[in-house]
Nanobody, 122 residues
Framework: QVQLVESGGGLVQTGGSLTLSCVASGRAFSSYAMGWFRQAPGKEREFVAAIGRSTSYADSVKGRFTISRDNAKNTVHLQMNSLKPEDTAVYHC??????????????????WGQGTQVTVSS
């Protein structure tokens, strides 16, 4: 069983930066692919970024967001730069066992955090 706890959300102005963190409990964190998804009010949950043996990004965040992991600390980070109002959403961390693929579909992930709110003001 893996439990995920996100932190680092908040209110930021357009063009600003935030770093989200997700700490995972349980063993073998380094064997899990980790993903970030977001959900804005009235919209479906959408893929943001994921990391396994490689990384993958949604087109909307490429060049602005960077996903990274620290296996010694069971933590995955999402560095978000040049934030836009359309980035406003609840950001969720997710995990699935296995590093071979970097899943972009939410239904593939087994474990989810509760989410952290990111609000970008115009």
């Amino acid at each position: 069983q893996v439990q995920l706890v996100e932190s680092g959300g908040g209110l930021v102005q357009t063009g600003g930066s935030l770093t989200l963190s997700c700490v995972a409990s349980g063993r073998a964190f380094s064997s899990y692919a980790m993903g970030w998804f977001r959900q804005a009010p009235g919209k479906e949950r959408e893929f943001v970024a994921a990391i396994g043996r490689s990384t993958s990004y949604a087109d909307s965040v490429k060049g602005r967001f960077t996903i990274s992991r620290d296996n010694a600390k069971n933590t995955v980070h999402l560095q978000m730069n040049s934030l836009k109002p359309e980035d406003t959403a609840v950001y969720h961390c997710a995990a699935v066992y296995g590093l071979l693929y970097v899943p972009v579909l939410a239904r593939v992930y087994n474990y989810w955090g509760q989410g952290t709110q990111v609000t970008v003001s115009s």
